[in-house]
Structure formats: C-alpha cells, structure tokens
C-alpha cells in the first residue's frame, strides 16, 4: 500500500484508535477536519503528496462514519495526477464519497475517458471500477461506447475486458435506456467463443442481462451457449484455477443455464439435443458427497439444470427423471438438501405434468411433514397442497387432518385453511366434504379461520338443492354432537326418527367450539323450516336446541343467534304464542345489551317481529352469494411466501398464462383476480351449471347475458351473475358496444347489433324517466364534490367524492325510493384509459328504502379529458331500466389551486415557451361572463385566480397542479385576456411542462368556458361515450379537437372497462 | 418513614458486583442480573432512573464510573431513596477525602461496609451526617482504655450526640482563632436575543460557610434582602433605609438553621456544624446586574467568508475585575481559515468544538475590548445548509461582586465565653449559561 511513508495519516489512525470513547474520537476527528481545510483552504496549494495524504484522511474519517462534505474537488482533481499512487486515491476517494448525482462527477469523465481509451492497463482498470461503481447516468451517457470498445477490443488483456464487461453490465442495469445495445447481438455472440473464462463469466452476467430485457435480438447466442456448457460440463477444457473442486467453473455453468432459461423454447433439434445430452450428464453426474463446498457447488448447478429442464419442457423420461432424482435428494439426511428436494418438486409441479410421478413420492413427502425441521415441514405442506389432485385427495386431507393435531399453533391456521381448501376443490362427494369441515372445526376449532366457516355458509346457501339443504340443516344439528361421523352412520342405518332420538341424546354432550355454534345456528336460521315436517325439528325444538349454547357464546356470535331467533320465529308458520313470547324475552333483554350490535338487532328484530306478515319480505332467505374466488384460496395465496426469486420462472409462468387467456392480464376493475377458476366447486348434483373447466368455454354466453335483458330464467340469470367476472375474456368483438353508444348514428345499425349479439340499451324503451336533467347534475357535479348525480322515480344515485393529488376515492350512493327491492342491480364503470378505477362489489339487490354505498377508487395515470362512463341497470318488477352516467372524475378534480408570486411566474410562463408547452387560442362564442365571475369559475376549476400579475386589468392569471401518476405534480399556468369590448371572445393562454397537459387543460378550460350555458346542452359533450339516455340524437357531435391520447376503442380492449362488480 | 431501600448495590461500568448490602429479605439476591440484562445491556440506560421488572423496583444513579442501584420491592418512596443515595454518596467522599469511584469502592471495603450497616437500618435511612458518623466510625485505631497511656482525647459520648437536640455539632471545641468564613458564590444565567433584549435572566446563588468556632456559638446573619429589613424596620419601628432591597426567591436553609425564628423574626440564626457547610441557596429573577454585554455583529460575505466583531462591554465597578473571561463565538462546519485582531486577551479558532475562543485573562470594569475576525469557509456539497447560528457562550468569574446586589449587613456570634471572633466575607459572581443570540 501506499501509505508507508505517509506519517500524518498513520499518526492520525493510531490517535484515533487510542481513543477510549465516542466523544474523544469526535473531537479528534473535528480537529483534524478544521486542519484539513485550513490545508485546502491555503493559498498556497498544496503538494501532491500532501493533497494525497490528507484526502486519504478524509476518506478515513468518512469510513468511520462522519459527515464529510468538502474536498471532492481535491479528491476529482488526483485522478487527473500522473502517477499511480495519487490516481489510486482519486478513484478510490471519489467513488465512495460521491454518488451518481454529483455535479462534480461531470469535472470527472473527461479524465476518466482518458483513462479508459489511453494504453495504460492498471489506469483503465481503475476507471472501469470507478465508473461501474457509480454507474450514473452522465457516466454511461458519455462512456458506455467507450466501455463497449474496450469490451470487444482484442489488443486489451483479459483483466481488461473482464472489467469492462461488468463496468457495462452495471451502467446496462442502471441506465437501460442510455447504453445502446442494438447490433450487439453479434458482438455478444463473439464475447461468448472467448476462451479465457473470467472473460466470459462477465460477459455471461452482461449477457443474462440483455437477455431478460430482450430475448428476441439474442437468438444468435444461444447455441454459443450451449457450447459453452458443453465446454464445461462434457469436455471440462478448463484451466485449473477456475475449477472449484473438481466442477468445471460452476458460477458460469449457472450463469449460462439461467441465460438459457429467458429464451422461450429452443428450436434447433442439434442444439437441442446437444443441451439436454448436457443437462442429462449434470443430472446423472451429481451425487451427494462429504465435503460441503463441494456439495454447494454441484447442488447450484443441478437445481440451476432442473430449472432449465422445467423451462424447456423435456420429454416425459427426462422429467421422471428429475423427479426421481428429487425423490433421491427427499430421502436425504442432510436438511438443506430435502429442503431443495421439496422445494423443486413444488416448483415442477407448477410447469409440467409429472404429478403422476410426483405420486410415487407422497408417501416420503408425508414423511417430510413430521420432520424436526419447521421450514422443511412448510414446504412439504405446500408440496402436499399443490400434488393433490382428485384422485389422491381424500388420502392427503386425511393426512392433513391427521397432522393438525401434532402440528405446531404457528402452521395450524395456514394448515386447516390448505385442508378446506382442498376438501372443497376436490370433495368426490358432499358427505365426504361435510365429513372433513367438521373433523377440521372439532381438531382446529381456533385455527379455524372465519373465512373458512363463511365459505361453508355460502356453499350451503348457493346450493339451491333441496337435498343438500336438508343434509346441511341435519348436519347442522349434527354439529351439536361430538362427530358428525358417527351421526352420518347412524343416519344411514338408522331411521330418520332414530337419529333425532340420537340428537336428543348427543345433546347434553358440552364443549363444542364456537365456530360450529356459528355455522349451526346461521343454517338452521336460514333453512331450518324446511326440516319442519321432521320429528323433533320442530321450530320450538330447534329453538331450544340453540338457545342452549347462548350463554357459552363470546359477543360475536350472539347477533348471529339473535337474527336465528328471529328467521325461526318468522317461519313458525301458523305462530306459536309461546314461542314468541319466549324469543321476545331474549330481544328484550338483550335491547339493553352494552354491545351496540347486538343492541341494534335486539331493537329492530323486535320491532319487525310486530309486524307481522310483513315479516316474510324483511326476513326472506337470504339470496345467494355472488359467486367469487373463493376466499380462502385467495388468502392461501396472500399467505404463500413467495421465495422464488428466479426472474426467469415469473417470466415463464407469465408468459404461460397470457397464452391460455384470451386477453390480456391487467387487473379488471373491480378487483376480482381474473380467472376465478378456482372459485367454483365440483359437485355432482350441480356439475351442469358449474364446471370448472369450462369457464372458458362458457365465456360467450356469459357476454350474452351480461347485458342483456333476461327476465325469464333466474338460473341463466344465476349463471349470469357467476360468470360475469369472467367476461373480461371475451372476445374482443364484444367490446363494440360502447362504441355504438359513442355515435347515436350508429346505433340503429342491424349489422353491429348482430355482430355483438348485444341488444343496445338504447333501444330498450325506457320507461323510467330520469328526474332533472342529468348534464345539468354531471356539471354541478364537476365542480363540487358531493351530490346528487342520477334520481328517477325508483332510484336515486348520490355521489360523495375525496380527492387527493392524483387518487380519488368517489362513494356512490345507491337509494332505492321504493317499498319493494330493486333486483338485478348492475353497475359497470367503463373508464377510459387514463383512469385506473376499481369499483367495490354492488349487491344484486337493494332492499326497499335502502341505501348502498359502493366505494370506487381512482387512480388518474394521464392527463385527459375523457370521462368515466357509469353503466348502471337494475330491474323494477318487469321493467329493466339501464342507464349511462358520466362520473364526474373529471380533469380539475386533479388539479390544486397554487397561488405563485409574480417572482415565480414570470420566470416558469418564460422558461415554458412556445407549443407544445405553451398554447394560445382564441375562443370565440363564449358566454359573456363579468370579470369577477369568471375569476370565480376559475377558482371553482381549481384554478387559483393570482390577482395583480397582469397589469391589465381586463385580464385574468391562474395557476394550479396538476398530479396524475405519470406526470406526478405539475404546475399549470394560465392566462385569458378578454376584450371588454366583445366579451363573447377571448385570448387565452396554456402552459405547463407537459405537452398533452397543456394541451388537454386548454380545451378542457375551453369547454367549459364555452359550455357551460345550459342552452348548448350538445356542444360541450365530451368526446368519450356519451349520454345514452339524451332525449333526442344529436345531429353532429362537434368533430373531436385531436386524436386523442385514448381512442374509444383502445379503451374497451381495456379489459377494466368491460369489468364491473356484479350484485 | 417509609422504606428506601430493599437492598443496594454498587456496580462498575462493565456490570459486575463491587459490593452490596441486604436490608431486607424480600428481594432476591439474584436480583441484580435483571438489572443488567434488562437495563445495562439496553439502551434504556441513562433514560428513565426508575425502572420495575418482575415486581421489583429498581432506582439507579450514576456517579462516575459506579452505578447505585436501590432495589425495592414493595411501594417505597423513591425520592428518598434517592435522597439516600445522594447523600450516601457525599457521606463516602468525605470519608474517602473527595474521590467517589470504582478504585476508592475497591480500598475501602471494610469502611463502606461499616457505613452502609449504620446509615440505613431494615430499609429506613438513619443518620447520615459526617460529622456525627465520624465520631464513632473512625479509620484510625482507638486506643484501649487498658492501655497503660492514658488517652489524650476522651471517647466521645455518641448516643448523646445522635440523640441530643444539636446532633451536627460537637461539644466541646477549642479553637485559638475563631474565625468565620462566608462566601456568597452567584452564578448568572442569560439569554439575550441578538438586538439586546433581555429573554431569559436569573441568577442561582449560595452561601457557604467555614467555620473555626470553640463551644457551642449562636450565629446570626443579616443580609440585605427584603423580608429581613421589613421585619427590621416593623420590629425598630423606623423607615427601611433608602437603598435597594433584594427579593429571594426559593431560599433554602441548611438543617441548622432556626426556622420557628427564621419565621417569626425572619432572621437567619444558627448554630453551625464544625467545618464547612453550604449555609443556604436562594435563586434572584429580577433586578439582576449583569457585569457584562456583549455586541456582536457577523457578516456573511457571500458563501466563503465571514467577518466577525465582537466587542464585550464590563459594566461592573472600574476598580473590580473579572477573571478567566472566555468568550466562545461559534462559527459554521466549514470554517478553514481565520485571522484575528484582539485589544487584549487572545482570540484562536477551535475546530473541535467549531468556535472561535477568545480568552483574556484579566478584565477590568468598565472596559471595551474588541475582537475581529475574518473566516474562511472551504466550499462544500450541500449548497443549501444554512447555518443556524448558535448563540456566544461566555464564561467568567466576578470577585467582590454580586449580580444580585446581596449584601452581608451583619454576622453576629454570640458565645458564653464571649471571645471575639474574626470574619471573613467574600463575594464571587460566576457566569452560568450566559447565552447572547448571534
């Protein structure tokens, strides 16, 4: 090193080590830092040897942790020095005390650029450290050509090139967009025939790089890939230092297979069968040995070789192969080896059809599960989960059950979830599953999570079959004893008034859990009149049955009792005195419950109990639960931990499920995940509505009947509903309908309505008539936050709004006005491409004189004008009414008033100049507006009025921000100057630092300048879909300003848009 | 009285065990390990001084590098056991003659030992004063009665000390010179905003006394407060002598002090223990002559220099002088180089603690010094880091003055011998935390 001879600096180092604290390391720090800079500070300057040893202080006390923010122009300046030492310390001082950031950096490249074209070996390395290490922008702007040259030149030792390929990856990673790396697909290919290895593994991680980024333009290289593999791994031509005992070079080895895995497929038969002779020759070569390194290594390789074949998609034999070499690793002492094993069998399972191979293990997976190690025990469960299939789950839930016992209170909640999961996915048979969910709840009855107990409710509730209803009610009496097992064979064997006997007999039996008082007393609630004409089901019976267990419940689960005593009370069909008065007791008493829930229901249970027959409306069953993702998969996803850090397997299963969907994977807007294929369950009774196979099959009808006005069948209507999620993967010709409804000329069109099978709503006589008119509310609405948006005899639609820079939350209000329920509401947001919108579930049916709130969430990605259209439905006894709203998430709800003082605007109006940033227009035919009332419009926009800006009194200066994700905040200026002379014509003036703002804020203002008269209803219509329910077509809609930034129909193979919440 | 302490320890820095007492058997003796995994060993050290794990409370102070830890666990009453420590602490130094440490702990066992058996019994504190505790703990050998000498000096009667009605005093004392010693000692704290005014002003004083008197003396002090000459004038029914009174807030006394007379007569009389003794404190807020005023005017001449002048103004009596007058003039981070022009004294940048310090020895009243100074800053990255400006610290010693204007108007001794006795009083200002607002 260069500091022998340095005796400032290692008299500073020995002082500040005998330092006995903290505090004296500082004050000898502080000191030596006013000494520093009174150094610098001299007039004099300083000898290179002094500017050296002092900048090496700097950085030693910048390594002990200090504030060092001064002398980077003398730590710049040595690297500009002759000699070696001094330049070691320029390089070394300015790359860990500046970042990429730096204006000083700038005084830096053109001495580094010298460095690194000059001839000299060790000032390049030192260079292409530097720069690698701060890889800014300015750096690979000025000298990635260089870097590149350096990389591909032939008369530069191998230690060069081997810097210069990761200098490159580096400024690559950082700055993708500034180092170009088009043409150098051949170059690369050149790189990899390189024989010195250290050369080609850093060319290789270069390559890995462009490769993810881009695999189209790298095709040339993957047979060079190849060859190297077969380099290393057949022939082993490797010099001996790179062989890491005894494997060939295992970092490039698995630097090339994970290079090999972003290419899609491999095409050429020869390099193929030239790859898998390959990776056959690493599968079979690799065994388990003593030594750990060595271990390491050849494991890195082998699972890095399965990946690959995972990738690649191998024959079945390779496959098995695999597999049997995973079950190998399975059986293996060594914990870090089965839990690879276990790990790359869950990973295989995802990519290929070896599950029947995977089968042969289980009995050695379930082995896993009672292994002393936790993690191990983790992945074998999720290696148990993913396996199971038909015809092997009844054996692997069992397992689970049986583990649930022994399993430790950490796992047992994830581990019951998984087993309800599958009992429900695969159940062979409804006794089967009931069988499991009760074993579950009496083993686990804590780690039984809520969502389990609600999905067992809803699949009761959506099966609408009689027989399934009468199993469940029964098994929900059932729950009342120990084991509903024991209860099934006696309900087989024995006669139906025997096993009542038998309840009767179980029910003394104590301590059942909480969860099944829940699902008991919710199902006997809901269907237990139809066990009426049972002996010993009678509604006084199973009144009693559950009143008992009301004083061993927690808070929770009283209110669902209480609303059972009601449902009972109301299906005791002639009514029963006695029974009433013993229910309206218990209402009493609990109306002065301290819990306001059970309070509230006390009190209006009561009071709807005297209502009488009005009861049955109130009170009806409840109505199915739109069918969704089940929750529990969707926890069960939220709860896998997702470790694979391979890019390469994300991209792969990516790309996997954009070719089995036929549009697209963006979000839908209403948050239901695509594909609910999980959602639905294999029932033999119900199997022809729903088959979970078939949902893509189903999807055309599914659009049919989406909107359509189906009054007839409620099942096609249930189907409807069930599918509508799914309707995002139509077809995209079924996206025309809102097209049609963008031009009214077209929508008498025979051709498109055939084409779509989509009966436009238009058409449909309304005969609801809207309440007021509903441009005049959509413009009230754009300036105010809370409102009214929609009214018609039957509904009313309230809208309540919060904005903040660029999210909105908007809640509407859905108010039935009516005695008897809406039904078959529908509410679909179609929003145009530069909003992101997610609207929360709508129920299907409003009860009477009920108001539904239905939060939807905004995201403004663009500047833009076009407006989010609200297509809105719902069904008055026959009549089906549809309408479509603009929401009034419109461009100035993204604006914030911004006052700017003359000193900040004349510089920011200046500095923007000239279109695209700036835009005047006169715009003629406005409504003539005095002054202070149109500074009052402005200010209502959202535009903050600056008085006293423009000496011309006629004239108006505003200013705001505007945020949307992509621009982020951005200010707006404006400037309108008015004639006083003619107030019907005015000159304005845009500007902000983004084109399409400045553009869209223009005739955005324009619109509303000239629109707001209400006696133009037509003319200010924005482009975007229109007011369907307008009273009489318009005879031209004004020509649209510009192309716009989304085309209608770039909005509608906008999946979102298509998407809405159903029910 | 309630209970201090269930048992104390002494620890070194590193934790271990110097040496401890068991007072009562409610606390384990393991009790100390959940001191130091649970306080030591965490960074809560230093922050809170009460702590309560597994149903024991612990109190702990530092004192150099030893910590007292007081273990209780019943409800105590935490001032006094602090109180205890403190005064433990004292107890100790005046045995050990000053030093309080790990290293005077390790010598002294055996006497810390003794001590700690004798100022605390069962948990409750006993006596704690020096004086009495060194009549019967003694680190010299007593002689035996049996011996064939006679002892020159006859065993004092310590029961009656401790219980009699004046138990900080000796009977019994010869002195040749009686003498009395009496500083008034006044430390004056000041903000002052950078045009003048005045934000925060109080002055913390003290009166310590030494004390060389045979027998047992009555003393009585006047001085020339408020309520003293009031009552004076009440009681000789004449006019309060035109000339300032002093209003003293917060007085108070040490335990000799008589105070059915103090609150009857208003007169501060005593009869005081051997030796030294701080006799009362008192705090002042208002009328407060501050002895100096400084005017500093900094220039920032753009982003690399700064111009400095200082001129401190003495505004006691010409005659007087103060002492050890150091002013420290902070500077920004950056500072490279400085230049100095001093009328007196001499003025030098200290790095470490980014100030400028100028010292003048001796400084006369009614004097203006001034200082100037140019500084360099060295350029750095952070453009935007404004500077705060901390305030000019001042630090200074006053003799024969007080910023409060405290005058001692009488010390009379009274003794049944009636021998005459010399006094000494002295008066000292000190500077506080004298902050001006640059």
């Known amino acids: ?1063 | 009285m309630p209970v201090a302490a269930s048992a104390i320890y002494f620890l070194n820095l590193r934790g271990d065990v110097l040496i401890n007492r068991l007072y009562r058997d409610d606390v384990g003796g393991n009790m100390v390990d959940a001191f130091r995994t649970h306080i030591m060993q965490t960074k809560e050290l230093g922050t809170c001084p009460v702590r309560q794990i597994g149903g024991c409370s612990f109190f702990y102070m530092r004192i150099s590098n030893v910590y007292i830890v007081i273990v209780v666990s019943s409800n105590a009453n935490v001032a006094c056991a602090f109180k205890f420590v403190v005064e433990a602490v004292a107890l100790f130094k005046s045995y050990f003659g000053g030093a309080f440490d790990e290293d005077a702990i390790r010598n002294n066992f055996v006497l810390i030992y003794e001590l700690l058996d004798e100022i605390m019994d069962f948990g409750y504190p006993q006596n704690l004063s020096p004086e009495i505790l060194k009549l019967y703990i003694t680190q010299e050998g007593v002689r035996s009665p049996f011996s064939s000498k006679p002892a020159d000096k006859p065993v004092p009667n310590a029961t009656l000390q401790v219980t009699g009605a004046v138990g900080w005093r000796r009977e019994g004392l010869v002195y040749k010179k009686n003498e009395v010693f009496l500083d008034i000692v006044e430390s004056v704290n000041l903000l002052m905003s950078s045009k003048g005014s005045v934000l925060r002003c109080d002055v913390t004083g003290k009166i310590l006394m030494k004390c060389f008197l045979s027998g047992m003396p009555d003393l009585k002090l006047g001085l020339n407060d408020k309520i003293g000459l009031e009552k004076e004038s009440q009681l000789k029914a004449r006019p309060t002598k035109s000339g300032k009174t002093i209003e003293l807030d917060d007085v108070t006394f040490h335990q000799c002090v008589n105070l059915t007379r103090f609150n009857s007569e208003k007169t501060v009389s005593f009869v005081p223990p051997d030796g030294e003794f701080e006799l009362m404190k008192y705090r002042i807020t208002e009328g407060v002559n501050l002895p100096f005023r400084v005017l500093p005017t900094i220039k920032e001449l753009g982003r690399t220099r700064m111009e400095v002048n200082v001129k401190v103004k003495s505004v006691f009596g010409a005659k007087m002088f103060a002492l050890g007058v150091v002013i420290k003039i902070p500077v920004p981070k950056q500072t490279a180089k400085t230049s100095f022009q001093v009328t007196s004294g001499r003025a030098k940048y200290n790095a470490s603690i980014d100030c400028l310090v100028w010292k003048i020895r001796k400084f006369p009243g009614q004097t203006e010094p001034t200082m100037s100074a140019e500084v360099e800053l060295i350029s750095t990255m952070q453009e935007k880091k404004s500077w705060t400006r901390p305030p000019i610290q001042m630090e200074f010693q006053v003799p024969m003055f007080t910023a409060s204007g405290l005058r001692v108007r009488f010390l009379k001794v009274w003794e049944k011998s009636g021998y005459n006795t010399v006094e000494w009083v002295r008066y000292i200002t000190k500077a506080g935390s004298y902050e001006i607002r640059c």
Request: hydrophobic share 40%.
């Open chain 1, 1 to 1063: 090193m260069a500091l022998s001879g340095m005796r400032g600096l290692s008299v500073f180092i020995s002082d500040i080590r005998n330092c006995q604290n903290k505090e004296q390391e500082r004050l000898r720090v502080d000191k030596e830092l006013g000494n520093v800079r009174t150094r610098f500070k001299n007039e004099k300057g300083l000898t290179p040897y002094e500017k050296k040893k002092y900048v090496w202080k700097m950085l030693y006390i910048y390594m002990l942790g200090y504030d060092v923010d001064f002398g980077h122009m003398e730590a710049v300046s040595l690297i500009s020095a002759p000699k070696y030492p001094e330049k070691q310390v320029g390089y070394i001082v300015t790359s860990s005390l500046l970042n990429e950031n730096h204006d000083f950096l700038r005084l830096a490249i053109n001495t580094v650029r010298n460095d690194i074209i000059g001839r000299n070996e060790t000032f390049q390395c030192l260079a292409l450290t530097m720069v690698g290490n701060i890889g800014g922008r300015e750096f690979a702007e000025s000298l990635a050509p260089d870097v590149q040259k350096l990389l591909i030149s032939s008369s530069c030792r191998p230690l060069v090139r081997k810097k210069a390929a990761l200098c490159l990856l580096r400024l690559y990673r950082k700055n993708p967009d500034v180092v170009n790396v088009d043409g150098w697909a051949d170059r690369m290919a050149q790189l990899l025939d390189e024989r010195d290895l250290g050369v080609l593994t850093s060319s290789m991680s270069l390559l890995v790089a462009l490769v993810s980024n881009n695999h189209e333009a790298y095709w040339s290289c993957l047979p060079k890939c190849v060859k190297v593999l077969e380099r290393l791994a057949r022939n082993q031509d490797v010099p001996q230092e790179y062989t890491y005992y005894g494997i060939p070079s295992p970092w490039l080895q698995v630097k090339t297979m994970r290079a090999l895995q972003y290419f899609p497929t491999i095409e050429d038969p020869n390099t193929r069968r030239s790859l898998f002779e390959v990776l056959q020759r690493i599968l079979m070569g690799t065994d388990v040995v003593k030594n750990v390194n060595k271990n390491n290594a050849s494991h890195a390789v082998l699972f890095e070789a399965l990946a690959l074949v995972m990738h690649l998609d191998a024959e079945k034999e390779m496959m098995s192969q695999c597999v049997a070499l995973l079950g190998k690793f399975i059986a293996v002492r060594e914990p870090n080896i089965r839990y690879l094993g276990l790990e790359n069998m869950t990973r295989m399972l995802m990519v290929t059809d070896v599950q029947d191979i995977i089968k042969r293990h289980q009995a050695q997976i379930i082995t896993s599960l009672k292994d002393p190690d936790i993690s191990i025990r983790r992945r074998a469960l999720d290696l148990l989960y993913g396996m199971c299939d038909v015809s092997n789950a009844k054996d692997i839930v069992e397992e689970l059950l049986q583990y649930l016992s022994t399993a430790e209170f950490a796992m047992r909640e994830e581990l019951s979830l998984k087993a309800a999961i599958l009992a429900e996915k695969f159940a062979p048979d409804l006794s089967w599953y009931v069988d499991v969910i009760l074993q579950l709840i009496d083993k686990a009855g804590d780690f039984v999570s809520d969502d389990i107990w609600f999905r067992v409710v809803q699949f009761v509730t959506n099966n609408e079959d009689l027989q399934v209803i009468n199993v469940f009610s029964i098994f929900a009496i059932s729950f009342f004893f120990k084991s509903f097992m024991h209860w099934l064979s006696e309900f087989y064997a024995f006669p139906q008034p025997y096993a009542a006997v038998k309840a009767r007999e179980y029910l003394d039996k104590p301590a059942i859990h909480e969860t099944m008082v829940k699902v008991s007393a919710y199902i006997l609630g809901e269907f237990g009149h139809l066990l009426g004409r049972r002996p010993g089901c009678s509604p006084k019976e199973l009144f009693s049955i559950i009143h008992e267990k009301l004083p061993t419940v927690s808070i929770s689960t009283i209110p669902i009792l209480l609303s059972t005593y009601a449902k009972i009370l109301m299906h005791t069909q002639p009514p029963d005195p006695e029974l009433q008065s013993q229910i309206w007791a218990i209402f009493s008493k609990y109306e002065s419950c301290i819990d306001v829930e059970i309070q509230q229901r006390a009190a209006e249970y009561i009071a709807l109990s005297r209502k009488g027959a009005a009861l049955m409306d109130i009170l009806a069953e409840m109505p199915k639960f739109p069918e969704r993702q089940s929750a529990l998969i969707k926890k069960a996803e939220d709860t896998e931990i997702d470790t694979a850090e391979q890019s390469a397997i994300k991209l792969r299963a990516q790309q996997q499920t954009s070719n089995a969907l036929v549009v697209t994977d963006q979000r839908p807007a209403n948050g239901a995940p695509p594909g609910s294929q999980l959602s639905l369950i294999k029932i033999p009774s119900t199997e022809t509505n729903m088959d979970q196979s078939s949902s893509h099959q189903g999807l055309s009808p599914a659009n049919g009947t989406l909107s359509k006005v189906d009054a007839q069948s409620p099942s096609a209507d249930f189907l409807g509903d069930l599918l509508g999620p799914l309707a995002i993967e139509g077809p995209p010709s079924s996206a025309a309908q809102p097209q049609q409804t963008i031009d009214p000329g077209l929508e008498g069109d025979p051709n498109a309505v055939d084409a779509t099978a989509i009966v436009p709503v238009d058409e449909q006589p309304n005969a609801v008539q809207p309440v007021g008119n509903i441009a005049e509310r959509f413009h009230a609405l754009c300036l105010k936050d809370s409102g009214v948006l929609y009214e018609d005899p039957h509904i009313q639609i309230g809208i309540k709004a919060e904005w903040r820079l660029y999210h909105g939350r908007l809640v509407l209000f859905l108010g039935n006005k009516n005695t008897s329920p809406l039904v078959s509401v529908q509410a679909i947001i179609l929003p145009p491409s530069h909003l992101k919108m997610e609207l929360s579930l709508v129920p299907e049916t409003i009860p009477p004189r009920a108001q539904v709130q239905c939060p939807l969430e905004v995201v403004n990605l663009r500047p833009s004008r076009d407006v989010a259209v609200l297509d809105f439905s719902y069904k008055f006894g026959n009549n089906m009414v549809n309408v479509k709203l603009r929401l009034p998430a419109v461009l100035n709800k993204f604006l914030h008033p911004i006052t700017v003082s003359a000193e900040e605007f004349f510089p920011q109006w200046r500095s923007l100049s000239g279109p695209p940033l700036k835009l005047q227009e006169v715009v003629r035919g406005v409504k003539p507006l005095p002054l202070p009332e149109m500074a009052n419009l402005f200010n209502s926009f959202r535009l903050s009025v600056c008085p006293g800006l423009d000496p011309n009194p006629n004239n108006l200066v505003a200013s705001t921000t505007f945020y949307s994700e992509s621009t982020q905040a951005m200010l707006c200026l404006t400037r309108i100057e008015t004639d006083p002379a003619d107030r019907t014509q005015m000159r304005m003036t845009v500007a902000s630092g983004d084109p399409t703002l400045t553009f869209e804020l223009k005739e955005f203002i324009k619109e509303q300048l000239v629109g707001i008269p209400i006696n133009h209803p037509r003319a200010h219509t924005p482009p975007a879909p229109a007011q369907a329910l307008a009273p009489a077509p318009a005879p031209a809609p004004p020509a649209p300003p510009v192309a716009q930034p989304s085309t209608p129909a770039s909005s509608l193979t906008d999946p979102g848009a298509m998407l809405a919440g159903l029910l």
